[in-house]
């Protein structure tokens, strides 16, 4: 339930309308300060307001709609907020099953994000549940895949639609298909932030939409021995080489674990292996996972995080992301993920 998780603290700067516009943002508070404190999403201070009574407000001008902060301290906030800073009046309202135990209303993007934060609770809890089967965990995500594109598609011409098409949809998209969602906006939300990072990202992408030949990594693995993808793809005896993002610290990457093992000790005597690359920055964390899990298949990384040179020839923006490549170098399918991998596989080496 990666992507559930990831719309409950989503935190990306995001773009909009071009003339500046008022807004006022209002909301009470029992903190101690005395100041508190409007940030953008990189943590820069925007504005400050004086806390008077319990109360504090803040007005000004915006000309892009951003992803913003309100908190009483920047170092250890006892009141936070996250919301969208957008022209309008914004109230800030105590709701202790909200992520931050409150949220925003009273602008367009805000109340339909209030909306999406109800709506997609219940969903939530019944994914944390640790008796939920994985049956259900995947009616789940299809439930919320649903609302995620419904909530999309009443919300094209706010942030809030810029935010899940950014953060939510484009993980699933191809290149080609990301670009057709951004031509949809008007030529103003195009020109913004976001969309133009977006649109770069997506020209990057394409370059390993299916069907397109793989790029080569070259980097060390635990010993110290640099392997490139090339020596796997074109080793003799190999047929299908899956290329797997991942890291130690993330729990989706760490749950696919068992499907990857399950599938490489199935089919790796008939050609099929894997190369991963992690996302690790603690080399002991990447080393103890691999030991731990009898990760037995290929495995390299940089240690720097997603500043890992593949991370941008591949346009790797999230993980757990795959690339599933043939022996002639071609990319036949991506985020073959659970029990996906194995029936894929199963089909292209047979039983």
């Given at each position: 339930?990666?992507?559930?998780?990831?719309?409950?603290?989503?935190?990306?700067?995001?773009?909009?309308?071009?003339?500046?516009?008022?807004?006022?943002?209002?909301?009470?508070?029992?903190?101690?300060?005395?100041?508190?404190?409007?940030?953008?999403?990189?943590?820069?201070?925007?504005?400050?307001?004086?806390?008077?009574?319990?109360?504090?407000?803040?007005?000004?001008?915006?000309?892009?709609?951003?992803?913003?902060?309100?908190?009483?301290?920047?170092?250890?906030?006892?009141?936070?907020?996250?919301?969208f800073l957008e022209p309008g009046n914004i109230a800030i309202v105590d709701d202790e099953t909200a992520?931050?135990?409150?949220?925003?209303?009273?602008?367009?993007?805000?109340?339909?994000?209030?909306?999406?934060?109800?709506?997609?609770?219940a969903m939530i809890a019944e994914a944390m549940n640790p008796e939920t089967t994985e049956e259900r965990?995947?009616?789940?995500?299809?439930?919320?895949?649903?609302?995620?594109?419904?909530?999309?598609?009443?919300?094209?011409?706010?942030?809030?639609?810029?935010?899940?098409?950014?953060?939510?949809?484009?993980?699933?998209?191809?290149?080609?298909?990301?670009?057709?969602?951004?031509?949809?906006?008007?030529?103003?939300?195009?020109?913004?932030?976001?969309?133009?990072?977006?649109?770069?990202?997506?020209?990057?992408?394409?370059?390993?939409?299916?069907?397109?030949?793989?790029?080569?990594?070259?980097?060390?693995?635990?010993?110290?021995?640099?392997?490139?993808?090339?020596?796997?793809?074109?080793?003799?005896?190999?047929?299908?080489?899956?290329?797997?993002?991942?890291?130690?610290?993330?729990?989706?990457?760490?749950?696919?674990?068992?499907?990857?093992?399950?599938?490489?000790?199935?089919?790796?005597?008939?050609?099929?292996?894997?190369?991963?690359?992690?996302?690790?920055?603690?080399?002991?964390?990447?080393?103890?996972?691999?030991?731990?899990?009898?990760?037995?298949?290929?495995n390299v990384s940089t240690l720097e995080y997603f500043d890992n040179p593949a991370a941008a020839d591949?346009?790797?923006?999230?993980?757990?992301?795959?690339?599933?490549?043939?022996?002639?170098?071609?990319?036949?399918?991506?985020?073959?993920?659970?029990?996906?991998?194995?029936?894929?596989?199963?089909?292209?080496?047979?039983?």
């Amino acid at each position: 339930m990666k992507r559930i998780m990831i719309i409950a603290a989503a935190a990306a700067m995001m773009c909009g309308c071009a003339n500046k516009t008022k807004f006022v943002i209002e909301g009470n508070t029992e903190s101690n300060n005395t100041t508190m404190y409007l940030l953008d999403a990189a943590d820069a201070v925007i504005d400050s307001a004086a806390i008077e009574n319990g109360t504090f407000k803040f007005t000004g001008k915006v000309e892009e709609p951003a992803f913003c902060i309100v908190c009483d301290d920047r170092e250890d906030p006892t009141y936070q907020v996250r919301f969208f800073l957008e022209p309008g009046n914004i109230a800030i309202v105590d709701d202790e099953t909200a992520p931050d135990g409150k949220y925003a209303k009273g602008t367009p993007a805000n109340d339909a994000y209030a909306g999406l934060i109800e709506a997609s609770r219940a969903m939530i809890a019944e994914a944390m549940n640790p008796e939920t089967t994985e049956e259900r965990n995947a009616e789940i995500e299809q439930e919320y895949d649903k609302l995620i594109r419904e909530t999309y598609e009443a919300n094209r011409t706010n942030i809030l639609g810029i935010t899940l098409l950014a953060q939510q949809l484009a993980y699933e998209l191809s290149g080609q298909e990301i670009l057709d969602e951004i031509a949809a906006y008007p030529e103003e939300l195009q020109n913004g932030e976001i969309l133009t990072e977006l649109k770069k990202n997506a020209e990057q992408k394409m370059r390993t939409d299916i069907g397109q030949p793989y790029m080569d990594i070259s980097q060390p693995d635990p010993d110290g021995n640099e392997i490139s993808l090339k020596s796997v793809v074109e080793k003799a005896g190999t047929k299908y080489v899956l290329l797997d993002f991942w890291a130690s610290w993330c729990g989706p990457c760490m749950h696919e674990v068992p499907y990857l093992r399950k599938t490489y000790d199935a089919f790796h005597k008939k050609g099929f292996e894997i190369y991963g690359v992690s996302f690790d920055r603690d080399r002991n964390g990447w080393t103890g996972a691999i030991a731990e899990n009898n990760m037995k298949w290929v495995n390299v990384s940089t240690l720097e995080y997603f500043d890992n040179p593949a991370a941008a020839d591949y346009s790797v923006q999230a993980i757990p992301t795959n690339f599933l490549i043939d022996s002639d170098g071609k990319i036949i399918a991506r985020n073959l993920r659970g029990d996906k991998l194995y029936e894929k596989i199963e089909e292209l080496l047979g039983k």
